[in-house]
């Protein structure tokens, strides 16, 4: 007789037990289809078809073909053996899914971040949207997502959640990059630009102060308060001259200031 322990190893009387074998291979097979599988479906559900084909590739070539022999090979046992043959085959399923979603989960904000900044590099702000959201709330404070946050919500319109993005983080980081300013700075701007439109000179004023207090050499943000200024004050408007006189001072372009010359000749004259 052979060994006992021989026997359960695959290993039989007549030479090895290659449908022992090949239940065994099959078994680790199987639980890495499952783990893949439940991966590849937890990724489509996050909004990521292409990670479905990439990991139902595994499942298809080795999972499907090994399945039916797994489980005919199992049903052809008897009494314990069978039945733990099949607690076995359980538990490996149920870990093959445990670990699918696990791994997903562990991995799943650098796929969010990847999705963002695809979408973001092709101008599909309204796409991209739920994605920031999720990478800035994970990473809320860092300017790796408050930037691109902020610009997300500029683009589609969303001033006030823009300016409060970037708020946030100058009270967090006590300063922000040329670029948040400049950002921040036409979040208040673009408004002002509105009232314009609208003739609501104080509110235009208002917004263009308070581009200027962000970003002191914002040129167009002194066109509007000087407009602005002229438009609530009057042609002799001392406020109207000091935004014109910074804004002749940030751009030596005569071609661009032309037009102060027939509103204050002597203050284009003064400022050359």
Known sequence: MIDPGLQSAGVTAGGPDFAGLFSYFAGIGLWFSVFFIVFGLRALHQGHPADLLTFLFMPVLFGVSSFGPLIGHVCRMEGKQKALSLTVLAVMLGAGVYQGIRLHERIEPV???????VLLEQRRFAEALPYVEEAYRTH???????????????????????????????????????YETRLLAFAYLT??????????????????????????????????????????????????????ARLIQLLPDPRQTAFIKKLYPDLFQKSK
């Open 140 to 178: 809320r404070g860092d300017f790796r997502y408050a930037d691109p946050m902020a610009l997300t919500y500029m683009s589609l319109g969303r001033r006030p959640e823009a300016i409060e993005v970037l708020e946030s983080l100058r009270r967090t980081q006590g300063k922000l990059s040329a």
């Open 111 to 117: 796929q969010v971040r990847e999705k963002w900044q």
């Open 191 to 244: 408004p002002g630009f509105l009232y314009q439109s609208a003739g609501n000179w104080p509110k235009a004023l208002e917004n263009a102060k308070k581009a200027i207090e962000i970003k002191p050499d914002l040129p167009q943000a002194y066109e509007l308060a000087g407009l602005a200024a002229r438009k609530i004050q009057g042609p002799q408007s001392a406020e109207a001259r000091a935004y014109y």
